[in-house]
Structure formats: C-alpha cells, structure tokens
C-alpha cells in the first residue's frame, strides 16, 4: 500500500483511518509503507478528543538529556600546541585556541574561548567585562594567519603581518563566558607581492558578532 506525501492520514482511537478506506489498526507507535522510510510517531491522547498523533518525537526526549551531555563539543583539527607551531603568538597575545575546520590555503575555522582570566578583562571594562573590538579584530587575523602560513601557499612563521583591515562592523558585545566562533576565507592572493585578502565572520552561537575584510602580507613586504 502506497501512499502519497499529500494524503490526509488521521488517527482515531487508536487506529489507522485513510479517506475513503477501511480503518487498519495501529499496534505500534511506527508506520512504514511498501517503497518508503518509517516514520516514528508520537501517539498522545486528549480528554473526549481524538487521538493525535506527531512525527515530531525526538524533541519530547531532549528534555529527558541532561543539559550536560546534550550537546556535543567542538570537533579538534588543531589543537593549541599545533597552533603554536604555525602562529609567532604567544602570551598574552595567542588569542585562537582551537581549529575546528581547516581547507589548506582557502578557509579556517578557529575558537577563541573567552574567560573572565583574559588579562584584558580588568580594564575593558571592570563593571561589564567586554571583549574590545580590536582583539577580536586581531584573534581573527591569527585564524586568517593560519589560512596562509602553511606550506601549501609558501608560507612562513618568519613572514606574517597584518597588513590593513575595511568594512569592519561589530554587531554585538562579545562578553566573559562567550565562544568566538572565526571563519576566515580567502578571497584573492598575490603571490607576487605576497597579499592576501581575506574575509572574516566572528560568531557567538548563531549570531553574527563582527565582520570585515583583511588584508594580510605573507612575503618580505
């Protein structure tokens, strides 16, 4: 028995009814049809109502999860002591500590986890601890640094400066607690002259926080 996506499918009293059809009975919370993927329903019953019925059933267990574990971690491409490999930075100034995605010489992702222990913190600002715009300007330049300083674009540890940056905007506050998510991209290199434009997006969570364009100078410029 075939049914099409745009069937009236009802379920009364514990029963399958279709329009025009003999009722067929429901003795499991599952309904598969010859040529189709189960669905997995989610039978509740109403006061004098009929019962309903959800496809939506995984959502009713997730606040059976704790919070905890409901969640899983970010993935690691690179950790910290490969980024100390590739990036100059050092404390106080590392500010990526994770990759989480990496294309050689096209994209990176990277995290900057941001505690209340930023040695920024204490002066910007002590009443309402505010990541300044600058440092998060500068944390996605280190991403972007970890774009280009590999081998598969030429380049070198010795050879990373940060050559110009437009159409920055900040969206909102980044604060104590946040995860800066950094998604550096290339858009144009010249190897000739050792340029590479760039454009970069800092999230927190899903809400766009900063974004801009970069420049960056791979070469003995």
Known sequence: MALASNSLVSFIQGSLSLPGRTSH???????????????????????????LCSLDATNATDKDTPIETRFPAYPTVMDINQIREILPHRFPFLLVDRVIEYNPGVSAVGIKNVTINDNFFPGHFPERPIMPGVLMVEAMAQVGGLVMLQPEVGGSRENFFFAGVD????????????????????????????????????????DLVCEGEFLM?????
Do not use: C, H, W
């Open 167 to 206: 159409k920055v905007r900040f969206r909102k506050p980044v604060i104590a607690g946040d995860t800066l998510v950094m998604r550096m991209t290339l858009i144009k290199l010249q190897k000739r002259f050792g340029i590479a434009k760039m454009e970069g997006k800092a999230y927190v969570g899903t």
């Open 25 to 51: 009975s429901l003795p499991s919370p599952s309904l598969s049809f010859p040529g189709s993927r189960s669905l997995s329903l989610k039978l509740t019953r109403r006061s004098n109502s009929p019962l």
């Open 217 to 221: 100078a791979t070469g003995s410029t």
